[in-house]
């Protein structure tokens, strides 16, 4: 199964529907569930949405999780980095619709 998540510090359903609509077009009709973390910071440290995809992964039902960037993750980079290398320790893929640096050149 694919995981999609999404998150935006200032909660919008519009924001997160078009980051769900970006990451969906990586997805070629595998079973997809989404997680979202909407009206949280990126430098909150706790994310429902973000812990409940790691249940998920923990268990072995999650094998891939789209996200627009790592930023999604966290706006602090280290962070960021250290949730990619967490699912990647579970056996699950992390795949970016955008690297962090392509979306700040088009702010």
């Given at each position: ?53 790691f249940e998920l992964a923990k268990n072995g ?24 290398i967490q699912l990647n320790a579970l056996g ?16």
């Amino acid at each position: 199964m694919i995981a999609i998540y999404s998150r935006s510090a200032v909660k919008n359903n519009d924001v997160i529907a078009e980051q769900k609509h970006k990451c969906l077009s990586f997805v070629n009709g595998q079973e997809v569930v989404f997680f979202s973390d909407n009206g949280v910071s990126g430098l909150e440290i706790n994310k429902e949405g973000l812990d409940s995809l790691f249940e998920l992964a923990k268990n072995g039902t999650i094998k891939k999780v789209i996200t627009l960037n790592s930023s999604r993750f966290s706006r602090n980079e280290f962070e960021a980095q250290e949730v990619e290398i967490q699912l990647n320790a579970l056996g699950v893929d992390v795949e970016y619709v955008e690297t962090y640096k392509e979306k700040s050149q088009h702010q």
